[in-house]
Structures are given as C-alpha cells and as structure tokens.
C-alpha cells in the first residue's frame, strides 16, 4: 500500500524567508505525488504533481518540490513566504484514488 | 472555467435524520471520488466511481450510500445522522480511473454539522 508522511504537523516562517514543508512516501512503484494546499473553510487546491516525468516540479504561487528517489521525499519548497501562504499543506499520493498526509500548517509571520 | 460543484454548501441536520450530499464534477471527467474531513483532520477517502460504477471504497459506514449518474454527479446519500458525522465532505473529479499523471479537482465542500 503507498502512503506518505508529512515529518511536521507546523511550520512557522516570517514572511520574506524559505519556505520547506517535508514529505517522505512509500510506495512499490513509481507514484504519482501532489501538493493541495487547503485555506480556512476552503476547498483543496493543487500546488503541483509528480509523475515520473521531471524531477524538479514547479507549481502555482511559486512553489516547487523536487521527486528524490533515493530518499523517497517530495519536499515543498518556496525561496520566500508570503503572508498569504498561511494554510494546511497536503501531501498525497495516488493509489490511484488520492492518499493524503496528515498536513502541516504554515503560519506565516511579519 | 468549470469547476466540481458541490451542494449544498452548508448542512444542520439532527441526530438520525437522513442528509443527500450532491457532486457535479468537471465536464466531461468520468470519476467521482468522495472524501471526509473532520475536524484538524486529513481528508479520508469514502467511495469512488469511474462510469457510474464504484471504483473503490474506504471508510465508508454501512449507513452511507452513493452512487453515479448518467450524466456523472454522484450523490452521497447519509442516513441514521451520528454527531460523529459532523464533517467537511468533499468531492472530487477526474479525467480517467487513475489518478497516474491526471490530478483530480476539489470542489469547495459541504460542511455537514449534526446536533
């Protein structure tokens, strides 16, 4: 069965700084890994998806994550926070119906 | 663009009644996936079809239901209400049964309070 872990529950940036939300998978196969980031009392949004094809993933809103095989991670990443990015982050794997992580929250501070 | 549409948005129902759920996918995508949040969870995959017929299931109690039109929307249908029921569900749409290299697309959810 494929699965991931998101290693924090929250991440706490100031606006301005690097953005790094972790996520290991486990999987039998080459899997297919995507980024929904949730806002309060929103709907689920899609950052981004890996699917075996380039290993660096770029995304909306300036997000990237990068596909490492070797350490089966799909780490999110943005080279600055802005204040609007404070959300739930899910990382999930399709098997295929979609397998989701239990989130990180992002504060995002002055 | 058209996006999955979900309705109603908001739901009070009381304990043992029962509650439809409806879900308008994308146009033309073909699978339907049903997902429950609670509270400062994760979203948990219920039921899902793929041309009207279920694809797959998870943690579905025995008192929902859910099926698959002919034009695609699927309805999830919640009877014998528990306050455990209380929750954010979402529906998702698709263009194929996987998920291999096609995301699927949220709609915003229906919050569902029982009291």
């Known amino acids: 069965a494929q699965s991931v872990t998101q290693l924090d529950s929250h991440v706490s940036v100031s606006e301005g700084t690097p953005v790094l939300l972790r996520c290991n998978y486990s999987s039998s196969y080459s899997p297919s890994l995507f980024w929904y980031v949730q806002h309060p009392n929103k709907g689920l949004q899609l950052l981004l998806k890996?699917?075996?094809?380039?290993?660096l993933v770029k995304g909306i809103n300036g997000f990237e994550a990068e596909f490492k095989k070797s350490e089966t991670s799909f780490h999110l990443t943005k080279p600055s926070a802005h204040m609007s990015d404070a959300a739930e982050y899910f990382c999930v794997v399709s098997d295929p119906k979609l397998i989701f992580g239990a989130g990180t929250r992002l504060a995002v501070h002055p | 663009a058209a996006g999955v549409i979900q309705s109603p948005r908001h739901l009070i129902k009381e304990k043992r009644e029962t509650a439809t759920l409806k879900c308008y996918p994308i146009p033309r995508h073909d699978t339907v996936y049903w997902y429950q949040q609670g509270p400062g969870q994760d979203p948990q995959f219920l039921i899902s079809f793929y041309e009207k017929m279920q694809s797959d299931k998870g943690s579905i109690p025995d008192r929902f239901s859910a099926q698959q039109f002919s034009d695609y929307h699927s309805e999830l249908n919640m009877s014998s209400l528990e306050l455990g029921d209380s929750a954010l569900y979402f529906c998702?749409?698709?263009?194929?049964?996987?998920?291999?290299?096609?995301?699927?697309?949220f709609g915003q959810g229906t919050r569902l309070t029982v009291v």
């Open positions: 890996y699917t075996s094809a380039a290993t």
């Open positions: 998702a749409s698709s263009l194929g049964q996987g998920f291999q290299g096609t995301e699927a697309f």
